[in-house]
RNA sequence: GGGUGAUUAGCUCAGUUGGCUAGAGCGCUUCGUUUACACCGAAGAUGUCGGGGGUUCGAGUCCCUCAUCACCCACCA
């Protein structure tokens, strides 16, 4: 740090004036590339995309954890890569663009394509800067100069080939299936992208003639193709075979048997409406229905009587059930309330139609990933996702991977063009050129859909390995790491082990880390439109970003939600504060020519210390390791604020040990470093010990032994010692000691309980009881110790 | 309907294969301090670990059951 010399601290922390100053000299050292050590495992860690189409969310706070745990193995010596990328979000950054066009009064068709393409670029483009400005000021150590976006062409050119592959393989179709369809965004989607809200509608009893039917769509009447009813219900066994008429248009349909069908839900008979819900659609297959579409692809009504049609189909709802009750049809209506789907991203609800789509045959390609999650091939924190994730292989559906958006990866497809659109064969190719050259000259018209962005993003692991830089894939994949948020196991998870087991023929990854929703004080999740989720920049800039890191890490565990606040941020920032200030006491007492590692353990105090250190020492790497980071940060605050600053710096203020008070620094700054990376790496730069940067040091190693007896005589001494400036000190001290005492006796009490009862002595492991036995052996020696202790200061 | 999680101090939460006297931060009470730090120190109060049952020498931790809350999946004629 250029302002201030080696050795000198400002009084008080300032992370506005350190931070940008901490960043330049990890970038000047190209402190984020991989480096380490060949021989040891390399550590990689593929960042979750973020989508590129507005500002950071909460949930990218949580790439904390991702960095704590590079940062660890970087240190470790191992050769490490954060590989940074961001996602162009297909529909969604469509549909966000296209709100910002409707601000100026335009739609995409007034753009067209082409123009549409290059704005939402643009605008990608803009957004993705103001994330990476984000993540940088987080002090995320990924490799920057590595970035990956899901729209380059290095990585479309992967995706294409695993397309082309999954296609020849037979894993691929084109179809009319029954799909989820979004009337807005025009577009077919998966059950997981659509949610369920509660709505108030009616319940609809209606003639058919031979039968009544009860629906809460009376508008797809003139959709069906049969009435159902159970085989087994007797009520209507002679129905079966006969006709039932659907009212207004008098069309006869016939009356099934279909076992699907619930004697007791509605009237018992269900109208079969194969082209507008699912089970219908089943019951259609089975029965080799007609499927008749009445609603059509924006919502509206089509081959339905002229005055209903063209109507959306709400209002058409209520001018069937008018024309029903005008015709005597209607039997009753009365009030329910049912929830019904909705598109996820704008919430527009989900209409059932027949659409021709692509598909992904999931079933066969989920099989190895199941055998892998089986063979624990791949290891979830927490480990309950393991059974949740198997449950949704177990029951997920084909996935329509097709959307005709405008802002995508466009599906490599060609249809050669002939008299009848319809009977257009189509082919599979790259480019226009690639199909010539395949299939022989001819009019071409390419397909207009793209991916669902899922399908490429579920690419990610060794797309980005295999176009971020030579020998990346190599040396890197499987990843070591792959932490993100709880609700995209499915959407995301699941299927990057699928696409990896079916590309590479193994698991993209061998850790899942899933992690809960941000929320604040009250269990709300945090967000912009609830207006309890403060710009990041704010908190950072007046708490420091180490603050909020440690708000982040410790006390959020894997799995559970982690509320985060203001007064939490707060206590991080003083912690922040104490360490400032242990090091400005160390270094300013700290002699020049000290050397940490050379310390020597001379007195009580010091054995007690370096205990403490080791068994912290242990504990963090294994905490880290084992990805328990909110333990390894609390054992780090512990460790900085009760044992060194409370305890053993008070007592160095009577009797010094310079060179250990250095090695305390050093060690507590290596450990602290991968939560707290500004301010261990400022203080680090003005100890007179070393010149390198912390980020690039290190990790601690345990390299003093202690005397666990001596360490005990300092927990005795140490009360002496800090109450030393008290009034009335003897008296606190004895108090205390008197409190000690009774506890120890207590101890005593309960060991001695334990080894007299034979059961315990016969059946528990006999390292517990030989543990159970020193205990109460050192419980015993203690009480000596203190009841002279209290002797000598009653007696002063 | 199926599933998962949560329930530990006033609040927010830790507590890794069952094993030291159940912890932390904030808040609260009392006292203190100004050359490391009021973004401070010392001392202190607060818990039938949601209820009930079981397994075990030993249960916050494992099993069963009930309750409340949250989330996920499916269905909704």
């Not at 991080?572 to 200030?581: G, H, P």
Request: hydrophobic share 35%.
């Amino acid at each position: 740090m250029e302002s201030s010399s080696k050795n000198e601290l400002s009084k008080v922390y300032e992370p506005g004036i350190n931070e940008p100053k901490i960043s330049k000299i990890w970038e000047d050292a190209d402190a984020f590339k991989p480096a380490g050590d060949p021989a040891k495992e390399p550590f990689c860690v593929i960042m979750p995309p973020p989508n590129a189409n507005g500002t950071l969310h909460a949930g990218h706070l949580m790439y904390t954890i991702e960095d704590i745990a590079i940062r660890q193995a970087r240190m470790q010596g191992r050769p490490t890569l954060w590989l940074p990328g961001t996602d162009h979000a297909g529909i969604e950054t469509q549909y966000v663009y296209e709100k910002e066009l409707a601000k100026q009064g335009q739609s995409r068709f007034d753009l067209g394509p082409d123009e549409f393409y290059k704005q939402v670029m643009a605008f990608t483009k803009k957004h993705q800067a103001s994330a990476l400005s984000g993540f940088k000021s987080m002090g995320f150590s990924a490799d920057w100069s590595k970035l990956k976006f899901t729209l380059d062409e290095d990585i479309i050119d992967v995706v294409y080939d695993v397309f082309i592959s999954l296609h020849s393989d037979g894993h691929v179709y084109r179809g009319n299936r029954i799909v989820n369809w979004c009337p807005r965004c025009q577009a077919a989607f998966p059950d997981i992208e659509t949610e369920h809200i509660d709505r108030d509608d009616a319940m609809y009893t209606l003639d058919y003639g031979t039968v009544q039917i009860a629906t809460t769509r009376p508008e797809t009447i003139f959709a069906d193709s049969a009435v159902a009813v159970n085989p087994k219900d007797h009520n209507y066994e002679l129905l079966v075979g006969k006709t039932a008429t659907i009212p207004l248009v008098d069309r006869a349909i016939p009356i099934i048997a279909d076992s699907y069908v619930d004697p007791q839900a509605g009237t018992g008979a269900l109208k079969v409406t194969p082209a507008h819900d699912k089970n219908d659609y089943e019951i259609g297959q089975r029965h080799s229905l007609p499927e008749i579409s009445v609603v059509d692809e924006e919502g509206k009504m089509i081959n339905v009587p002229q005055e209903f049609a063209g109507l959306e189909v709400l209002e058409a709802r209520k001018a069937v059930v008018k024309a029903l009750d005008s015709a005597g049809k209607l039997v009753s209506t009365e009030p329910l309330t049912h929830s019904i789907a909705i598109h996820d991203r704008c919430s527009t609800p989900i209409e059932l139609i027949i659409s021709e789509q692509w598909f992904l045959r999931v079933k066969e390609l989920n099989q190895p990933v199941i055998d892998a999650i089986e063979k624990d091939e791949v290891s979830f924190y927490p480990t309950r996702y393991k059974r949740n994730a198997l449950n949704w292989l177990n029951q997920e559906h084909d996935w329509c991977i097709s959307r005709p958006g405008w802002w995508g990866i466009r599906i490599p497809v060609y249809y050669k063009t002939s008299n009848d659109p319809a009977k257009d064969a189509y082919l599979i190719a790259k480019t226009e050129a690639e199909a010539v050259e395949y299939y022989g000259a001819g009019n071409y018209r390419t397909e207009t859909d793209t991916f669902d962005t899922w399908f490429s993003s579920s690419q990610w692991p060794y797309a980005t390995l295999m176009t971020s830089g030579k020998g990346d894939f190599e040396q890197f994949y499987p990843t070591t790491l792959m932490a993100t948020a709880h609700e995209i196991l499915h959407k995301w998870v699941t299927r990057m082990i699928m696409f990896g087991l079916y590309t590479t023929k193994q698991v993209p990854f061998k850790n899942v880390y899933l992690w809960g929703t941000v929320t604040d004080e009250k269990g709300q999740k945090l967000s912009k439109s609830k207006g309890n989720y403060e710009d990041p920049m704010a908190i950072t800039a007046e708490y420091g970003t180490d603050a909020l890191r440690m708000a982040l890490s410790i006390g959020i565990t894997a799995g559970n939600n982690g509320a985060i606040y203001n007064e939490k941020i707060q206590g991080y920032r003083n912690f922040c504060n104490k360490l400032w200030n242990v090091a400005r006491f160390v270094l300013a007492k700290v002699p020049p020519g000290t050397d940490p590692s050379k310390a020597e353990l001379l007195s009580p105090a010091d054995h007690w210390v370096i205990n403490k250190i080791n068994s912290a020492i242990k504990s963090v790497t294994r905490d880290i390791e084992s990805y328990h980071f909110s333990e390894a940060g609390q054992t780090i605050y512990t460790l900085l604020w009760n044992d060194i600053a409370d305890k053993y710096i008070e007592y160095s203020k009577q009797s010094p040990n310079y060179a250990l008070l250095a090695y305390c620094l050093d060690t507590i700054l290596r450990l602290a470093h991968p939560f707290a990376p500004f301010i261990t790496e400022a203080i680090w730069q003005s100890t007179m010990w070393t010149d390198s940067n912390l980020i690039s040091e290190h990790w601690p190693n345990i390299i003093h032994k202690s005397s666990t007896a001596q360490a005990k005589q300092f927990e005795i001494e140490i009360i002496k010692v800090v109450s030393a400036n008290q009034q009335d000190a003897n008296k606190v001290e004895a108090l205390k000691l008197r409190r000690e005492l009774a506890a120890k006796q207590n101890q005593l009490k309960l060991t001695a309980a334990k080894l007299n009862n034979s059961s315990f002595v016969a059946n528990a492991p006999s390292a517990i009881v030989k543990a159970e036995k020193a205990r109460s052996k050192q419980a015993e020696q203690t009480i000596k110790d203190l009841e002279v202790e209290i002797e000598k200061l009653e007696s002063s």
